[in-house]
């Protein structure tokens, strides 16, 4: 009796088991499943850079050179980043059809799966700005009013004070902003392409960049009306100018030309 009371197992002993058996389990899983999304990412990254490795022997090695080291044709793309190419081809202006001045933005011939893939590839080349998300290009509850002084401050000299763009030297342009997604113009202002300056968040905060992007849907988005009636390009004293004195000039002498018709015709009756 003594030796089958020492077998017996406390009530609780199972309960335990089990709690020791799940915690087991959750460790392992704590252990490992991290690592294998880690893995899982890694993998795809792997992948994106490969295709995008492949897109951009076929479209741009021949000026960039084969390791994006740059040529006599186009520049080093090392250290440029995923932003930069995320514009440039997002906007159509690479590939580029001809060198020039300045490279107009124009249909773009990838799909935004093959852009992540090129972008892919050329951030590993080295360190550079970062494609940004949604949320960081959203320009929901951004301050306008501070976004119009920021933007009248650093871009207004090229981009006019209403994003329509300007002429620059040398046959460049800044061009016009109108109908820019939001996105690329945060990437603009990241990377700085062609003659613009860039301005990283050192210099300027994601925050101001919001405000510069909601400023710029207000004064020159789908739905930005103009009260004065005639935008005339929004180019300020420079259209309005030429149009005094086109029209009003003209308008001016022909009635001036009126007067003196109908004076001599009086003189003679």
Not at 14 to 23: C, G, R
Not at 107 to 125: C, F, G, N, P, R
Not at 235 to 254: D, H, K, N
């Amino acid at each position: 009796m003594k030796k089958l009371s020492a077998r017996r197992r406390h009530p609780l002993a199972a309960v335990v088991v089990l709690l020791l058996a799940l915690a087991a389990t959750g460790g392992l899983y704590a252990a490992f499943a991290p690592a294998g999304k880690a893995q899982a990412d890694e993998t795809a990254q792997s992948l994106a850079i490969d295709e995008g490795k492949k897109l951009y022997t076929v479209g741009c090695a021949s000026c960039h050179g084969t390791g994006g080291q740059g040529t006599s044709d186009g520049p080093s793309l090392v250290g440029v980043g995923s932003a930069a190419v995320d514009f440039q081809v997002g906007t159509g202006r690479m590939p580029a059809q001809q060198p020039g001045a300045q490279v107009p933005k124009k249909k773009k011939i990838y799909t935004q799966a093959e852009i992540d893939q090129l972008a892919a590839y050329v951030a590993s080349l080295g360190a550079g700005p970062i494609t940004p998300t949604e949320k960081q290009v959203d320009p929901a509850g951004a301050d306008i009013a501070k976004g119009g002084e920021l933007f009248r401050n650093n871009c207004a000299q090229c981009h006019n004070f209403t994003g329509q763009g300007g002429a620059l030297t040398n046959g460049k342009y800044a061009p016009s902003l109108e109908g820019v997604s939001p996105k690329h113009i945060y990437e603009a202002m990241q990377t700085g392409p062609q003659s613009m300056p860039s301005f990283p968040d050192t210099t300027m905060p994601e925050q101001e960049k919001k405000d510069i992007i909601a400023y710029i849907k207000s004064v020159n988005g789908d739905e930005t009306a103009s009260p004065g009636g005639l935008s005339l390009g929004g180019l300020g004293p420079v259209s309005e100018g030429l149009f005094a004195w086109i029209f009003g000039l003209g308008a001016l002498v022909a009635a001036a030309a009126w007067v003196a018709a109908h004076t001599a015709k009086a003189k003679k009756s």
